[in-house]
């Protein structure tokens, strides 16, 4: 919270620039945490679910973000003020966790105990399931072509399809809208798809053939659609952040450990998105080009989804 405030009041681009890898690496850094939590709270047939309800949540967010952030910061004059605004939100938010989340009312009881008497490094846990780094690499790759298509799509839309930025920012809040409820199929799909290669694949494959699909067309239906079947795609990730929960004699500090690997991936796909398809860009003189290679390398994780045990 206290790195939003410091972008709020950021007199330059260099302090700017810190306090947003600061707020990322704090957020990074709760996921141990935010395991650990899952399984001191709930029973592991729920695990899925719990995501499902989250990601539902985090949609609706980013949805809203997406869609009023211009207008907001337009409206008060000043996107300093939008940043504070997201700031009260979050103190909200962890004033209500301070209040519900007390540890003595953990429904699972003697976890702590359990975590007290596991000796060694959980760091092992990082060659001892190499499935780990399998489920890794989709993320990053679902990631990477979701921040390249969201960061560029609107300059692209208004200099190469005539798009205006008016209609760009709604068209993309289509990528949360169908993901908001649907969402909460994703406890539904972990227990319906045994095959975890499907449960890994489909949303790469999904991934690349809406994202070539937006690229090429200029038609806002079409995109509409194409849009909501990329969102669509994510549906399956509550199904898959719980994969590590599976994995034979993982002990709940182990399941930290791969789950933070997974996460770190997802963010380093989210960083070298952007970056790639500008490199691309640049050396080829098309943003097209940039944003269809960024596409077609995530069939990458298609090949990864058929390595996973």
Same mark, same amino acid.
């Given at each position: 919270i206290p790195f939003l405030f410091v972008q709020?009041?950021?007199?330059?681009?260099?302090?700017?620039?810190?306090?947003?890898?600061?707020?990322?690496?704090?957020?990074?850094?709760?996921?141990p945490a935010r395991t650990l939590l899952l399984q001191q709270w709930a029973a592991p047939r729920q695990f899925a679910q719990i995501n499902a309800v989250g990601l539902s949540q985090h949609s609706l967010m980013l949805a809203l973000a997406v869609s009023t952030s211009a207008i907001?910061?337009?409206?008060?004059?000043?996107?300093?003020?939008?940043?504070?605004?997201?700031?009260?939100v979050f103190i909200l938010q962890t004033s209500v966790w301070l209040l519900i989340a007390k540890e003595d009312k953990a429904p699972v009881e003697g976890f702590q105990s359990r975590l007290e008497e596991q000796e060694g490094t959980?760091? %092992?846990?990082?060659? %001892?399931?190499?499935?780990?780094?399998?489920?890794?690499? /989709?993320?990053?790759?679902? +990631?990477?072509?979701?921040t390249s298509l969201v960061t560029f799509l609107p300059t692209f839309w208004l200099e190469q399809r005539g798009v205006p930025l008016i209609l760009g920012g709604p068209l993309l809040g289509f990528l949360y809208y169908a993901l908001i409820p649907t969402a909460l199929l994703g406890g539904f799909l972990a227990k319906k798809i045994p095959n975890r290669k499907l449960l890994l694949g489909i949303p790469a494959l999904f991934n690349a053939l809406f994202g070539v699909g937006i690229i090429l067309s200029g038609d806002p239906v079409v995109l509409m659609f194409l849009i909501t079947g990329l969102g669509l795609a994510w549906v399956?990730?509550?199904?898959?952040?719980?994969?590590p929960f599976?994995?034979?004699?993982?002990?709940?500090?182990? /399941?930290?450990?791969? +789950? +933070?690997?997974?996460?770190?991936?997802?963010?380093?796909?989210?960083?070298?998105?952007?970056?790639?398809?500008?490199?691309?860009?640049? +050396?080829?003189?098309s943003l097209e080009t940039g944003l269809l290679t960024m596409c077609l390398l995530t069939a990458s994780g298609v090949l990864a989804a058929g390595l996973y045990p």
């Open positions: 709020a009041f950021a007199t330059g681009f260099p302090i700017l620039l810190l306090a947003r890898f600061a707020f990322v690496g704090c957020h990074v850094m709760t996921v907001i910061i337009t409206e008060l004059g000043s996107w300093r003020m939008a940043y504070m605004i997201l700031g009260g959980p760091l %092992h846990a990082l060659s %001892h399931y190499p499935q780990g780094w399998v489920i890794a690499v /989709v993320m990053f790759f679902l +990631s990477a072509t979701w399956f990730t509550p199904a898959i952040n719980v994969l599976e994995f034979p004699d993982i002990s709940p500090r182990e /399941v930290a450990v791969i +789950s +933070s690997l997974v996460v770190t991936f997802s963010a380093l796909g989210f960083a070298a998105g952007p970056t790639l398809v500008g490199i691309v860009a640049q +050396s080829t003189g």
